[in-house]
């Protein structure tokens, strides 16, 4: 691939797009083009994926996160690379002239080519900002080209949730972190509200009290949301023994639960959430409240993943925490 895709081609397109956009922007009734970036971008997909979603999910994220987008699309065809373009995303912020642009990069390669693409994808990093590496195909992982993809990144964004073995994706997790690779899983991310609501249950002094009490604890999760329950499951087990507590963790499936509902009892304790439309019903013993849960969408899911590019100490615990009940007997 690295002969058929020059880094050295793409640079230069990318000057050359930046020169015509700015003499268009001064031609026109517009007082130019701002180019932004805080990161270079590499999205790994499958051709097969919905292009055109894709795009809406990365224009949204442009104001916010600005970014140079190198959008790697594996396909089937022979050809060890078939293609790659140039382009911009634009936009022009409420009550100015000025347009503010980032670049996009389009390659498409098939799998034969993985081990080349570093060579050709690392020049195109912006120098001296982070590389966060999106990879939206599940089956990559298992691959040794992996690795090297993996390491021109400061972070790694997956989603366990579309690997089709739940158990396995967490193994397969924790092995990458174990290799040191800093980890984003957007299972992990659909889930930061359910935390953040279940600690504030027990901010205050009597109920942080009773945690020692808390014997039982259940996750129960829909036919997509495992890995997130899994999940869910070992941290609530990690943050009650590091508060002193101890109670049985039970993560089951039901057909009746669309995404997760959590349950723990202890002595005069009941706490449950559960998901109503788009809000969160928490209950506590005969209280209960409702806080808004928009459903998880790849935008609110990136966006919060974009904005800590730094290592998550509470996901690397959890997943190990975590590959250990999937598999009690490896040690």
Not at 207 to 222: D, E, N
Not at 245 to 260: H, L
Request: aromatic letters at 6%; hydrophobic letters at 45%; a negative charge.
């Amino acid at each position: 691939m690295a002969a058929a895709i020059s880094p050295d081609h793409i640079l230069k397109e990318l000057a050359d797009l930046w020169v015509t956009m700015g003499k268009k922007g001064q031609t026109e009734a517009a007082a130019g083009v701002l180019r932004a970036c805080t990161m270079t971008l590499i999205v790994l997909s499958e051709e097969s994926e919905d292009a055109a979603a894709w795009g809406e999910t990365i224009a949204a994220l442009m104001p916010e996160h600005p970014a140079r987008t190198v959008h790697v699309r594996l396909c089937e065809e022979r050809e060890r690379a078939l293609s790659e373009r140039v382009y911009a995303e634009c936009w022009m912020p409420f009550g100015q002239r000025r347009q503010i642009c980032c670049e996009q990069v389009e390659i498409s390669v098939n799998q034969d080519a993985l081990g080349d693409l570093p060579s050709v994808v690392l020049p195109l990093a912006v120098a001296d900002l982070p590389v966060i590496l999106w990879c939206r195909t599940p089956s990559l992982l298992g691959m040794t080209e992996f690795r090297a993809i993996a390491a021109m990144a400061r972070k790694v964004i997956i989603d366990s949730a579309i690997m089709p073995d739940p158990r396995d994706a967490i193994r397969r997790m924790d092995e990458v972190r174990a290799r040191g690779v800093v980890l984003g899983d957007l299972a992990w991310t659909r889930m930061t509200r359910w935390r953040d609501m279940l600690a504030q249950v027990f901010e205050n002094r009597e109920r942080f009290a009773q945690i020692a009490s808390v014997r039982r604890a259940a996750v129960t999760y829909g036919s997509t949301y495992e890995t997130s329950a899994r999940l869910m499951g070992a941290w609530i087990g990690d943050s009650l023994a590091q508060a002193g507590g101890a109670a049985e963790i039970a993560v089951t499936r039901s057909d009746a639960v669309p995404t997760i509902a959590i349950e723990m009892e202890g002595d005069g304790l009941k706490v449950e959430l559960a998901r109503r439309e788009e809000t969160l019903l928490v209950t506590v013993n005969d209280a209960s409240h409702h806080t808004s849960l928009p459903y998880p969408t790849d935008y609110l899911m990136m966006r919060e993943e974009l904005g800590l590019v730094a290592r998550d100490p509470v996901l690397e615990r959890t997943l190990s925490s975590a590959a250990r009940l999937a598999y009690p007997t490896v040690k």
